[in-house]
T-cell receptor, first 111, second 117 residues
Framework: QKEVEQNSGPLSVPEGAIASLNCTYSDRVSQSFFWYRQYSGKSPELIMS????GDKEDGRFTAQLNKASQYVSLLIRDSQPSDSATYLCAPGGGNTGKLIFGQGTTLQVKP | GAVVSQHPSWVICKSGTSVKIECRSL??????MFWYRQFPKQSLMLMATSNEGSKATYEQGVEKDKFLINHASLTLSTLTVTSAHPEDSSFYICSARAGTSGTNEQFFGPGTRLTVL
């Protein structure tokens, strides 16, 4: 089993729809969870951090964390074509600071 | 937000030469920096963890004598690819860890695209 599992996609949604991105992880030590967005040919950009079970909202983004189920998700409301990118889920593996990256989910938002 | 820069943004070199890449945290002090490599259509692969004032910790399978890392100050880490070969051509990205509370937020530099001829 991979440490971090994401559906590679592509996930295709129409403009204005809600995009739902899911991630499961195997490391029970992780207490910090991050979502990064990576445009093609660019480096990752941090878009959400979540540390506690439940939901965290920031603008059009909502991260959801369930540590018991080892599951974290990202919802993007009112999806825009500019949201088209690869989204990387990254649990933070303890105090080492290391991030454990999944393969990422490619999101395509069609006008 | 926290800003991390990398220099150069791209470099082309001949096989056998060495290339140095700089990573700087511009508006915060980074006790820990990380170096990643990404091949086309693949995910990020952590190469090493760089701590200020101490030796870098390399991931399994990464040659420490080939990829030299120096973290000389709280705002600068360098990666030197020694005796580069075409298979070292890749996208090299650094990140810097902000804070000391264990929040582990990492901010990435823009990356350096290395092409070895």
């Amino acid at each position: 089993q991979k440490e971090v599992e994401q559906n590679s996609g592509p996930l295709s949604v129409p403009e204005g729809a809600i995009a739902s991105l899911n991630c499961t992880y195997s490391d029970r030590v992780s207490q910090s969870f991050f979502w990064y967005r990576q445009y093609s040919g660019k480096s990752p950009e941090l878009i959400m951090s979540i540390y506690s079970n439940g939901d965290k909202e920031d603008g059009r983004f909502t991260a959801q964390l369930n540590k018991a189920s080892q599951y974290v998700s990202l919802l993007i409301r009112d999806s825009q074509p500019s949201d088209s990118a690869t989204y990387l889920c990254a649990p933070g593996g303890g105090n080492t600071g290391k991030l454990i990256f999944g393969q990422g989910t490619t999101l395509q938002v069609k006008p | 937000g926290a800003v991390v820069s990398q220099h150069p943004s791209w470099v082309i070199c001949k096989s056998g030469t060495s290339v140095k890449i700089e990573c700087r945290s511009l508006d915060f002090q980074a006790t820990t920096m990380f170096w990643y490599r990404q091949f086309p259509k693949q995910s990020l692969m952590l190469m090493a963890t760089s701590n200020e004032g101490s030796k870098a910790t390399y991931e399994q399978g990464v040659e420490k004598d080939k990829f030299l890392i120096n973290h000389a100050s709280l705002t600068l880490s360098t990666l030197t690819v020694t005796s580069a070969h075409p298979e070292d051509s890749s996208f090299y990205i650094c990140s810097a860890r902000a804070g000391t509370s264990g929040t582990n937020e990492q901010f990435f530099g823009p990356g350096t695209r290395l092409t070895v001829l």
